[in-house]
């Protein structure tokens, strides 16, 4: 029940955020509005002690994506677990 409404949560936030910045705003573009220094500390950090092509694969088009669509994944997730832990979710 727990993980269920944690994924409504995020359903209503991808909602939320859908109405309130734009159904097209990119992710990217509201981090860097939140904050923009953590953004470009965390593209140095992984380019630096990683690879760039870590971040150039799979950052860049996560960051592409609408700003609605990483809530969604991740209240899909949740309850995908909770219907997988049949009468526990």
Known sequence: MILRTIALLF???AAVMG???GWGYELGAALFRVNPGALNAL????QRYLFPE?????FVPILA???WGLPVLLGLVFLAISLARAGRG
Do not use: E, N, R, T
């Open 43 to 46: 593209q140095a950090g992984i």
């Open 54 to 58: 870590v971040w150039d694969g799979a």
């Open 19 to 21: 109405f309130a910045l």
């Open 11 to 13: 359903f209503s936030l």
């Open 65 to 67: 994506m609408p700003a």
